[in-house]
């Protein structure tokens, strides 16, 4: 069994030996109670807090991640809000999975506000993951729609739990699928939050899904 002290120690390990978080990893705080994680402090891009939270997700016994880490740019890497709202069109327009003519573009002190819709979950990640690392963004507001078309719900489900059975980082046995109209409802257990994280992604990339309602919970160690 891990003891808060251990998880704690295994988090800040795992950001240490991220090469994205190497040079900033003394400027990241963490505390751990009962599995929940909460990351404090100051990097200076948004890329780097993501990255914080995604090291912290990886580690064995971590059920939450609460992110309060602050975005500061250092002054080489403050841009106005005109060239970030330049910077991400043109990376937006250079993507191919994207179609940038359905997205709209606002940045308001550095921060990204991306809106309007598309036909694919994937389009919507990938928008955002575009520009995720761009010089002065300090957040990103995902508030692209999604209008796909009508599917049964009957072959939602069957395409979704033939995924789970080809992916090789899940246990398609201990999930459980409902769908309701464009709703999935995900229940079940996982060994951690990387394969809660990974059934949800698999579940967002079937055609006609407009929301995914993830319920599984992370089987772990108790902490003392």
């Not at 043109?90 to 573009?105: G, P, T, Y």
């Not at 990204?112 to 598309?118: A, D």
């Not at 698999?202 to 599984?216: C, K, Q």
């Amino acid at each position: 069994m891990k003891t808060n002290e251990e998880l704690q120690k295994d988090v800040i390990q795992e950001i240490k030996w991220d090469p994205q978080l190497r040079t900033v990893a003394t400027e990241i705080g963490v505390s751990a109670k009962d599995g929940v994680i909460t990351l404090s402090g100051i990097v200076d891009t948004y890329a780097r807090k993501l990255a914080a939270e995604k090291a912290a997700q990886r580690v064995h016994g971590v059920k939450v991640v609460a992110v309060d880490i602050e975005v500061k740019p250092v002054k080489t890497g403050i841009k106005s809000d005109t060239e970030i709202a330049e910077a991400v069109s043109n990376a937006l327009k250079w993507n191919s999975a994207v179609n940038e003519d359905r997205i709209e573009v606002k940045v308001d002190n550095g921060w990204v506000y991306l809106n309007g819709q598309v036909e694919w979950e994937y389009e919507k990640r990938t928008a955002e993951s575009a520009i995720k690392n761009l010089l002065g963004v300090r957040g990103v507001t995902n508030n692209i729609t999604i209008k796909s078309k009508v599917i049964d719900a009957v072959e939602i489900k069957n395409k979704i739990s033939e995924a789970f059975h080809r992916n090789a980082r899940l246990d398609s046995h201990a999930i459980r699928v409902e769908v309701v109209g464009s709703t999935v409802t995900l229940k079940g257990t996982v060994r951690s939050w990387t394969e809660k994280e990974e059934a949800e992604r698999v579940a967002w990339s079937s055609p006609g899904v407009l929301t995914v309602d993830n319920r599984m919970e992370i089987f772990n160690e108790v902490f003392v």
